[in-house]
Every structure is written in C-alpha cells, then in structure tokens.
C-alpha cells in the first residue's frame, strides 16, 4: 500500500464538477430535473397512468434529503437499476448549447499546484462529455463518476464518509493533504470531519441540487467546516495561503 504523502506543497486537489467547474444551473440542471420527472412519474405510477406531480416531487425531495441523492432512494424503495436511471436522466441533448463556464478556466487549473481529480456525482458519460466541451481533461490526473463510487456492493456517493475514506486510501494520500473543492455544504461538511480542507464556490448557487427543489442557503457566509469561500475559482489561487 502506497505510503500517504502529507507534503501540503502539494495538495491532491479534490474538484466536483457541476456548479463548480461551470453553471449547471444555467440550462443543464433545468434538463435533468424535468427527466428525472418523467421518470419517477413512470416508476411511481399504476403502469398506465404517471404519478401526480404531487406525489414526484414528494419522493425526489424525500429521497434527496435522507440519502443525499434521489438515486438511493429510486434504488432502495422502487429497485430501479441506477445505469438505468442516469441514463434517462442525463439524456439531455446538445451539451455545447448548455454549458457555461467563467473564461479562462484551465489557466486557473493550471496554475494551482498539485495533482487534481474530479470527483463528481454525476455519471462517468454525462460528465466525460462536460469535461470534454471544457476542454479541462488534460487538468486531472483521475475521473472519479457516480459509477465509482460503490462500498461494500453499495452504491455510496458524496457525501458518504467511507466511500471518501476508500478513495483517499486507493489514492494513498492522508486526508489533511487533500482539498475539496465543491458548491454543496453537506458534502464540504462530510469532507471536513474527515480532515480534508474545504472550498466553497458560490457563484452558480441558482439551484444547489440537480433536482430542481431545494433553494439557495439563505446564508452565504462561510460556516465553520469551510476553509476557504470564494465566489469564483478565478479568486483561488490568491487564497491557498489560508489552506496551509
């Protein structure tokens, strides 16, 4: 087993995609939303007729807020195969109409010292092609999907605190060398108990889940498990002394 590097000179760069790297909240989460709709409609209905909208909105934001992601709940209650899910889902057309990011973002990558991996809850094909139309690939040195994120046979996404210990192990680094770098506090939170530095970016907070339901913090001061907060990535590197 690789021996962990703590050397804070050179961090191990933890990115989440959506939110963070471009504005999900633009055109994208709006897509997702609508889809997972239809398809929890389809799951929760009688075979022919949908479930009301009433009864979607119930079980996604239920879902969403005892598992973390509507997924696990689908999975769990419904036995919904989760490839099947993000694919419908994710199937949201042209991506290159869809995205928008801040100019300049792989400079701002680049001149951030250490290895960086995306770490994203989002599906290994959906967020290949984000990565793609951002030209951002060459950044990271891993892409970790939704796909990857399994414990035990259990799917276990972010904010899961042992599928953040097994990737930290497999990667051999100690967790006090490695910073997080997201828009969702619970998963900034989870980090933090277990050593990781935090980043907070707050400039796409439109809608801070892909599900369309829940709000914007009504606080965006920075709480306490949030090392760093910055509207911009463009704002980083002028701040990594307050990472050390």
Request: with cysteine; hydrophobic share 40%.
């Given at each position: 087993m690789p021996?962990?590097?703590t050397?804070?000179s050179?961090?191990?760069?933890?990115?989440?995609?959506?939110?963070?790297?471009?504005?999900a909240?633009?055109a994208?989460?709006?897509?997702?939303?609508a889809?997972?709709?239809?398809?929890i409609a389809?799951?929760?209905?009688?075979?022919?007729t949908?479930?009301?909208?009433e009864?979607?909105?119930?079980?996604?934001?239920?879902y969403?807020?005892?598992?973390?992601a509507?997924?696990l709940?689908?999975?769990?209650?419904?036995?919904?195969?989760a490839?099947?899910?993000?694919?419908?889902?994710?199937?949201?057309?042209?991506?290159?109409?869809m995205?928008?990011?801040?100019?300049?973002l792989?400079?701002?990558?680049?001149?951030l010292p250490?290895?960086?991996?995306?770490?994203?809850?989002a599906?290994t094909?959906?967020?290949?092609?984000?990565m793609?139309?951002?030209?951002?690939?060459?950044?990271?040195?891993?892409?970790?999907?939704?796909?990857?994120?399994?414990?035990?046979?259990?799917l276990?996404p972010?904010?899961?605190?042992?599928?953040m210990?097994?990737?930290?192990?497999?990667?051999?680094v100690?967790?006090?060398r490695?910073?997080?770098?997201?828009?969702?506090l619970?998963n900034?939170?989870t980090?933090?108990?277990?050593g990781?530095?935090?980043?907070?970016?707050t400039?796409?907070l439109?809608?801070?889940?892909?599900?369309?339901?829940?709000?914007?913090p009504?606080?965006l001061?920075?709480?306490?498990?949030?090392d760093?907060?910055v509207?911009?990535?463009?704002?980083?590197?002028?701040?990594?002394?307050?990472?050390?």
């Open positions: 021996v962990p590097n050397n804070l050179s961090p191990l760069w933890l990115f989440d995609l959506d939110n963070t790297l471009h504005d909240s633009h994208i989460f709006p897509a997702i939303s889809n997972m709709n239809v398809y389809r799951v929760l209905g009688d075979g022919t949908p479930a009301t909208q009864a979607v909105n119930a079980a996604r934001l239920g969403w807020k005892r598992y973390g509507t997924l709940g689908m999975i769990r209650h419904h036995d919904v195969k490839a099947d899910f993000l694919h419908e889902t994710h199937a949201i057309g042209d991506l290159q109409q995205i928008r990011t801040e100019k300049g792989s400079r701002l990558l680049r001149i250490g290895r960086k991996i995306l770490l994203t809850n599906p094909r959906y967020s290949k092609d984000v793609r139309h951002l030209g951002l690939k060459r950044h990271f040195s891993h892409h970790i999907a939704i796909e990857n994120m399994h414990v035990h046979g259990r276990r972010k904010p899961s605190k042992l599928m210990r097994r990737m930290l192990r497999k990667h051999g100690a967790a006090r490695c910073i997080l770098v997201e828009d969702t619970d900034l939170r980090a933090k108990q277990l990781v530095r935090t980043v907070w970016i400039q796409y439109k809608m801070s889940d892909p599900i369309g339901a829940a709000a914007v009504k606080m001061k920075r709480p306490a498990y949030v760093v907060k509207k911009s990535l463009r704002q980083l590197a002028a701040r990594l002394h307050r990472l050390r």
